[in-house]
């Protein structure tokens, strides 16, 4: 009896704990389904009305593909200096290694408006303009710290003489690195790539206060926010979630990879 | 071709402020199995490094073939290397390991897949050609290894302590497969070992090492019967130390002051000098042989049956400093605590004098 209500208790808690991390999104979701036009109970759909409207708004969809370019660039920029730099302090005798190490990692610790706006003074001060190019640059800012921190931390010792038998063997450097050192590393690298993605793609701050005209996705959709909660920005969120589930599988699958080896 | 195969001048070489070499020479000759023997930090794995390309040396100079190679990097050198761990490519399969130092010459791939099976067929792996080095036990890594390693054709073949990491039986099975592969392939090999076994059993010339120094060096056989120094006698195999003084000298003979008596014995030195005799276990009796002295009475503190002998440990009842090893026969009755005299020959005393 006791363990049955135990049982019960423990059941109701998750639920509790389950639903208030997911209740928003599924309302978001389920409203975004909505065939009238205010995404407020009761549910009068399902349609598919507003993801036609959406699709066919040119503003979002040219902010949807610029989301994935400066996601796609930024985080390939930031996960081939990150795997460098790594590389450089696993297999290097720096002075200072350790500050260095954390200086490198910093960026994660601080607020990604405060790395905005320094960036914003920054560029200004550079006369470099607002533009997708300048939120790439952000982003790599943000990312590329994620990507050391995680490749670093699978370039462990064992590799060391993996390095060594390939140089040995009469492999030159940039040989050693790109046929060894890097797909011995596979997972680490595509963990933090997808990572890095994620991050890209839901990034806010950093994309509203370093571009201007053309932007990315979570910058239009506030704009859209501006002028009130309809269907439509229902159906966005709802697109932008669906392909962050996607980043968040590809990286379960990468250390998934990782784990059974 | 003349003069030796590598020639190693006056290496020294320190990390941080332990000097780990402290000028060593030696020669490998062609076709030779030198097997560098020490305890961990003696300096041999920094010597092989070093051969290797891996650590360029403070001081001193590596010669290969006649040409000096103390600076050059791994890729560039007549040598190759099997690691302790092996080291294989995880992402390649067994055939593509081997073929990979094929791949970095720029041999083509028809030419590269033949000799890389040749190589496997060599070990004895000639069905693992396509499969994964984490489908395969530790010894067949290891054959990986070698194959990869032998199959670029170095002029040396350099081993980390290359069957530490497997079981007692496999190591001594891997041993004698080493010893062949290289009588047949001809190949130098340079061989890192803590293990005595091994090394008097591999070896054609042995080199003891300990504090960055070669302690002794020649075959095997030698270097056991008679050790050129105190380390030597105790580290190649055991041995019972008896410190004494020369007292002085007979013609051909000279008489020894040590701690559990006066020893006479053929040798060489000069009175007062300070030195030790080395007796091998199996030299030392519980009954007088022809020719044998006394070692005076000693407790024993151990017995351990080793099958085909007993290893015993006893004190001298003169001076509880001198700890005997003796190998006696399993049959003899000999327990903890009994105490027995000790005879030994003279003439299979070493001298010592460092």
């Known amino acids: 009896m006791m363990r049955l209500a135990g049982k019960l208790l423990v059941s109701a808690y998750a639920l509790a704990i389950y639903g208030f991390i997911f209740l928003p999104v599924v309302v978001l979701v389920l409203f975004s389904f909505q065939a009238t036009s205010f995404p407020i109970p009761p549910f009068t759909g399902p349609s598919l009305r507003w993801y036609e409207t959406v699709l066919a708004d040119t503003r979002l969809t040219s902010a949807l593909f610029n989301s994935v370019l400066v996601a796609l660039l930024s985080s390939a920029l930031a996960v081939a200096l990150g795997f460098l730099a790594a590389w450089g302090f696993a297999r290097h005798h720096l002075p200072r290694s350790g500050l260095l190490r954390g200086l490198i990692t910093l960026p994660l610790t601080v607020s990604y408006l405060i790395i905005g706006m320094g960036m914003l003074i920054l560029f200004n001060a550079a006369g470099i303009p607002r533009s997708l190019v300048a939120a790439g640059i952000g982003h790599v800012v943000i990312n590329l710290p994620l990507c050391f921190a995680i490749i670093y931390s699978q370039m462990g010792d064992h590799q060391v003489n993996i390095e060594r038998a390939a140089r040995d063997l009469g492999a030159p450097e940039w040989k050693v690195l790109f046929l060894v050192s890097v797909p011995v590393l596979w997972p680490a690298i595509f963990a933090s790539f997808f990572l890095s993605m994620t991050f890209s793609w839901d990034e806010f701050v950093i994309s509203f206060l370093l571009t201007r005209f053309d932007t990315t996705l979570p910058v239009e959709i506030w704009n859209l926010l501006r002028s009130g909660l309809n269907p439509r920005t229902n159906a966005i969120g709802s697109l932008v979630f669906g392909v962050s589930i996607v980043f968040a599988l590809l990286l379960e699958l990468a250390f998934l990879r990782r784990s059974r080896r | ?354």
């Not at chain 2, 060599?122 to 396509?130: I, K, P």
């Open chain 2, 1 to 354: 071709m003349t003069g030796p195969l590598v020639e190693i001048r006056k290496l020294s070489h320190s990390f941080g402020g332990h000097r780990a070499l402290d000028e060593v020479s030696l020669h490998v000759e062609p076709g030779s199995y030198t097997v560098l023997l020490g305890p961990s930090g003696s300096g041999k794995t920094t010597l092989l490094s070093i051969i290797g390309g891996f650590v360029h040396p403070d001081e001193g100079s590596v010669f290969i073939r006649g040409n000096d190679f103390t600076r050059t990097p791994p890729a560039q050198r007549p040598t190759a290397t099997v690691f302790q761990d092996y080291a294989l490519f995880p992402h390649l399969s067994v055939g593509n390991n081997v073929g990979f130092g094929l791949r970095m010459r720029g041999v083509a791939r028809a030419k590269r897949v033949g000799r890389s099976r040749e190589a496997l067929a060599m070990v004895g792996l000639a069905d693992s050609y396509h499969k994964m080095p984490h489908q395969l036990s530790g010894g067949q890594r290891q054959r990986v290894a070698l194959a990869r390693s032998l199959v670029v054709e170095p002029a040396v073949l350099l081993l980390d302590e290359p069957l530490g990491a497997l079981d007692l039986k496999l190591r001594r099975q891997m041993q004698d497969e080493l010893k062949a592969l290289q009588k047949r392939v001809g190949t130098a090999f340079i061989h890192v070992t803590h293990d005595q076994e091994e090394a008097m059993a591999l070896a054609d010339h042995c080199i003891v090492m300990n504090d960055g120094r070669i302690e002794d060096q020649g075959p095997p056989e030698r270097v056991y019967s008679r050790p050129a120094s105190r380390f030597s006698a105790t580290f190649m195999g055991e041995s019972t130390l008896l410190s004494g003084k020369v007292l002085d000298l007979g013609t051909d003979e000279i008489r020894i002051d040590t701690r559990v008596g006066l020893l006479s014995l053929a040798g060489a030195g000069e009175p007062g000098f300070d030195v030790s005799l080395a007796i091998r276990p199996e030299h030392i009796t519980l009954v007088p042989e022809p020719g044998s002295v006394s070692l005076g009475e000693a407790a024993v503190t151990d017995v351990v049956f080793q099958g085909s002998f007993k290893r015993v440990s006893a004190v001298s009842a003169k001076d509880p400093g001198v700890a005997f090893i003796a190998k006696l026969r399993s049959s003899q009755p000999v327990a903890v605590g009994d105490t027995v005299t000790l005879y030994a020959s003279p003439a299979e005393m070493v001298l010592l004098s460092r």
